[in-house]
Nanobody, 124 residues
Framework: QVQLVESGGGLVQAGGSLKLSCEDSRRTYSSYAMAWFRQTPWKEREFVAAISWSGDTTWYTDSVKGRFTISRDHAKEILYLQMNSLKSEDTAVYYC?????????????????WGQGIQVTVSS
């Protein structure tokens, strides 16, 4: 199965910004909605944001609304997550995935294998 590849993470101070990227180099999931998830050692993987295939509609978990923006570039088949006003509680490993949204837009069904993820660490 083809994996998506995340990049752009790192260490940032609270209040700072980071932009994550997720590349679908083989364009395997170009016809799917896409989403970002995150996981910490003490919590299950959780939904962060999703975007429709067209990019016209987005959904966010309440804790990131107004701070994070999900977007996609179909020409490059890259998914983005712009993260602003970062907080220490945003510290996690972030994963992207192709998803199906018909059952739930904030708890979507994941159809792609999980990649390595990318670490985001926010220092307070």
């Amino acid at each position: 199965q083809v994996q998506l590849v995340e990049s752009g993470g790192g260490l940032v101070q609270a209040g700072g910004s980071l932009k994550l990227s997720c590349e679908d180099s083989r364009r395997t999931y170009s016809s799917y909605a896409m989403a970002w998830f995150r996981q910490t050692p003490w919590k299950e993987r959780e939904f962060v944001a999703a975007i429709s295939w067209s990019g016209d509609t987005t959904w966010y978990t309440d804790s990131v609304k107004g701070r994070f923006t999900i977007s996609r570039d179909h020409a490059k088949e890259i998914l983005y997550l712009q993260m602003n006003s970062l907080k220490s509680e945003d510290t996690a490993v972030y994963y992207c995935a192709a998803v199906e949204l018909w059952r739930s837009t904030t708890a979507p069904d994941v159809v792609s294998p999980w990649g390595q993820g990318i670490q985001v660490t926010v220092s307070s």
